[in-house]
């Protein structure tokens, strides 16, 4: 099993729709996670932290369930700008940065 | 606000030949990583550096090497480059330990031809 894993998409979704992506993690051992976006061919940008229970930041909210090691990003009222990979990033308890295989959103009109 | 910087951004090399990939971490960042990303894949990390020690290593090939220097900045030594080394090198950088969030800088992209 990988150490981290997402939900493999490709979301394709309307503008004004919410969508939800799950990431799962073997380590229960990691503390922080984190949520990256990565538009084509650049650089992930950090997108929210979760250190808690979740995280919320305008249309976008981060829910972090450690009984079952997943954490969850929602995003509410898509908009085109939204379409990118959304990559789920999790120290395993060690100074590493393990990322998930990303997941594609596609937003169309 | 300063951020991560690589270079070059873009360089290429014919197979067997040697390539330095330059970062320079965000001011007070202690903390260095290198990930490599092929086309379609997600990010693999190679290796990373805590206050000028290695603190990690992945996935990286022995061919490769890096270091970091006293200034904090750090350097992927690529040898005896192979096609399949055609990527785009990531190096992010934190402060502060396992907790804070990491920063990339926006590449270097990597051709063997």
């Known amino acids: 099993r990988k150490e981290v894993e997402q939900d493999p998409g490709p979301f394709n979704v309307p503008e004004g729709a919410t969508v939800a992506f799950n990431c799962t993690y073997s380590?229960?051992?990691?503390?922080?996670f984190f949520w990256y976006r990565q538009d084509c061919r650049k650089e992930p940008k950090l997108l929210m932290s979760?250190?808690?229970s979740g995280n919320e930041d305008g249309r976008f909210t981060a829910q972090l369930n450690r009984a079952s090691q997943y954490i969850s990003l929602l995003i509410r009222d898509s908009k085109l700008s939204d379409s990118a990979t959304y990559l789920c990033?999790?120290?395993?308890?060690?100074?590493?940065?393990?990322f998930g295989t990303g997941t594609r959103l596609q937003v169309f009109p | 606000a300063a951020g991560v910087i690589q270079s070059p951004r873009h360089l290429i090399k014919e197979k067997r030949e040697t390539a330095t990939l330059k970062c320079y971490p965000i001011p007070r960042h202690d903390t260095v990583y290198w990930y490599q990303q092929g086309p379609g894949q997600d990010p693999q990390f190679l290796i990373s550096f805590y206050e000028k020690m290695q603190s990690d290593k992945g996935s990286i090939p022995d061919r490769f090497s890096a270091q970091q220097f006293s200034d904090y900045h750090s350097e992927l030594n690529m040898s005896s480059l192979e096609l399949g080394d055609s990527a785009l090198y990531f190096c992010a950088s934190r402060f502060g330990g396992l907790n804070t969030e990491a920063f990339f800088g926006q590449g270097t992209r990597l051709t063997v031809v």
């Open positions: 380590n229960s051992a990691s503390q922080s």
């Open positions: 979760v250190y808690s």
């Open positions: 990033v999790v120290p395993p308890g060690t100074d590493k940065l393990i």
